[in-house]
């Protein structure tokens, strides 16, 4: 029942740390994430109490290499995660759909900056594994609610263009060219 009186929360604690280390002209990185996540939901019409409990990691290790003073080259791999706000397990209608799992991400970036007194170049190609992906699913239901896509990948690349006029004007232009697949 839709109009029923309900109670979601959402409680979560996280840790975080992050390091670098340079050495001549090259630079790692690393950092980790630990989140402790747990969700209810209570129907004031009905003596129901659900629980879900979640605990997630998330780290991203990356090197960034000068080649010379304009150039540098720079990779990285992270594992990340987007945990669900409250909202995303009702449908549009209001109704408790259940709970969704957080969504969690493997991706590798390579990339290069170009950097000139008066402009700033960057292209990165990406490539990215996902689980649970949150999707706003239309067709299940007369207004639609989130789910969860098992697997999916994404690839591609960004190109990042910033040129500086002065001090106090400047242009930018990006693009991404981004292809997603449902695995």
Same mark, same amino acid.
């Given at each position: 029942?839709?109009?029923?009186?309900?109670?979601?929360?959402?409680?979560?604690?996280?840790?975080?740390?992050?390091?670098?280390?340079?050495?001549?002209?090259?630079?790692?990185?690393?950092?980790?994430?630990?989140?402790?996540?747990?969700?209810?939901?209570?129907?004031?019409?009905?003596?129901?109490?659900?629980?879900?409990?979640? $605990?997630?990691? #998330? +780290?991203?290790?990356?090197?960034?290499? =000068?080649?010379? *003073?304009?150039? !540098? /080259?720079?990779? &990285?791999?992270?594992?990340?995660?987007?945990?669900?706000?409250?909202?995303?397990?009702?449908? $549009?209608?209001? #109704? +408790?759909?259940?709970?969704?799992?957080? =969504?969690?991400? *493997?991706?590798? !970036? /390579?990339?290069? &900056?170009?950097?000139?007194?008066?402009?700033?170049?960057?292209?990165?190609?990406?490539?990215?594994?996902?689980?649970?992906?949150?999707?706003?699913?239309?067709?299940?239901?007369?207004?639609?609610? !989130? /789910?969860?896509?098992?697997?999916?990948?994404?690839?591609?690349?960004?190109?990042?263009?910033?040129?500086?006029?002065?001090?106090?004007?400047?242009?930018?232009?990006?693009?991404?060219?981004?292809?997603?697949?449902?695995?």
């Amino acid at each position: 029942n839709c109009f029923s009186p309900s109670t979601a929360t959402k409680q979560n604690v996280g840790l975080y740390l992050q390091g670098q280390y340079k050495f001549n002209s090259t630079i790692l990185s690393l950092g980790a994430r630990n989140e402790w996540i747990r969700y209810s939901h209570k129907r004031a019409d009905i003596e129901s109490l659900s629980l879900s409990r979640e $605990s997630i990691e #998330a +780290f991203d290790i990356g090197v960034n290499q =000068a080649l010379n *003073k304009n150039l !540098n /080259i720079f990779s &990285n791999f992270n594992k990340a995660f987007q945990t669900p706000n409250l909202d995303y397990f009702f449908t $549009s209608a209001g #109704a +408790f759909a259940g709970f969704i799992r957080p =969504a969690t991400s *493997k991706t590798i !970036n /390579i990339g290069m &900056n170009y950097l000139t007194s008066k402009s700033k170049t960057k292209l990165t190609l990406f490539g990215t594994k996902l689980k649970d992906e949150i999707f706003f699913n239309r067709q299940n239901s007369l207004f639609g609610n !989130n /789910i969860s896509i098992d697997r999916s990948s994404k690839y591609g690349f960004e190109l990042q263009n910033k040129y500086s006029f002065t001090d106090s004007l400047s242009v930018s232009i990006n693009y991404a060219y981004i292809r997603a697949i449902i695995d």
